[in-house]
């Protein structure tokens, strides 16, 4: 079973669910908005990917953060923190399947990893 983590009015997660729906591919929808971040999924994440990856510092939400809240999200276990209080700034979107994790949408490591 494939878990897609996202926020339904982002663009990058309406492409990712119609590529997943045009493979025919079932999954289950995790929206942050309504539901929040898991801190132990968070920090899983983070482990197995990097903070790099799963951090989207290029996001109003992370830009209105203090600097002393930015320079925490450097820090592995103070960066799943502070995504789970504000799950806007994770990349989206997450998928966990039986073979990983991807992170993003990118159509060529969704077939790969997918098809």
Known sequence: MIHFYGIPNCDTVKKARLWLEAQGIDYTFH??????????????????????????????????????????????????????KNPSMIKRPVVEHDGG??????VDDWETALA
Not at 101 to 106: A, D, H, S
């Open 101 to 106: 994790l991807l992170v993003g949408f990118k």
């Open 31 to 84: 929206d942050y908005k309504k539901e929040g971040a898991d801190a132990a999924k968070v920090a899983a994440w983070i482990a197995a990917k990097g903070v790099d990856t799963v951090l989207n510092k290029r996001g109003t939400t992370f830009r209105k953060l203090s600097d002393a809240e930015k320079a925490q999200a450097d820090e592995p276990a103070s960066a799943a923190t502070l995504l789970v």
